[in-house]
């Protein structure tokens, strides 16, 4: 089950036949723990059920008092953030001191349009992949695949 901290709900679980799914999709999933933020209700549901039924945990947060609020738990410690491109939650000082401070060397999914954003993302001080939109499923399980067995060496 989830962890639920204040002002975030916390939706973990593995979906029955995930596994068949991820044979279908010709994707190999090791059980990964990620934060998923964004804004708005429909992309975070699309991504979390995903993301969910190959065998991920996932935790939802909507706002940048919400990411904080997770990743301020004590027992919360997520291998993955996946985020929209949003300068204004990964740069916010605040979110960069608590994730140094908590979850130091975590790997970081950034989803994006397009823009100047790339350059103010690479200064974070933790890795940083991109991903363009419009993606597939595939495209992002393969990301997470990646970057996750990766974040999870520190």
Not at 30 to 54: A, F, M
Request: with cysteine; charged share 20%; hydrophobic share 40%.
């Amino acid at each position: 089950m989830g962890i639920v901290a204040p002002g975030l709900w916390a939706l973990a679980g593995h979906a029955q036949g995930g596994s068949m799914v991820a044979r279908r999709m010709n994707v190999k999933v090791e059980p990964v723990k990620i934060l998923l933020i964004d804004h708005e209700t429909y992309r975070i549901q699309s991504l979390s059920r995903g993301l969910r039924i190959v065998g991920h945990q996932v935790f939802e947060a909507k706002t940048l008092q919400q990411a904080l609020a997770c990743i301020r738990h004590e027992a919360f410690h997520p291998d993955l953030i996946v985020t929209d491109c949003s300068t204004r939650i990964l740069c916010n000082p605040e979110m960069i001191q608590t994730v140094q401070e908590r979850l130091p060397g975590i790997q970081v999914v950034a989803t994006r349009d397009f823009g100047p954003e790339r350059r103010v993302l690479d200064s974070l001080p933790w890795p940083v992949h991109y991903l363009d939109k419009p993606f597939t499923d595939v495209e992002l399980l393969r990301l997470v695949e990646t970057a996750g067995p990766e974040a999870k060496t520190y």
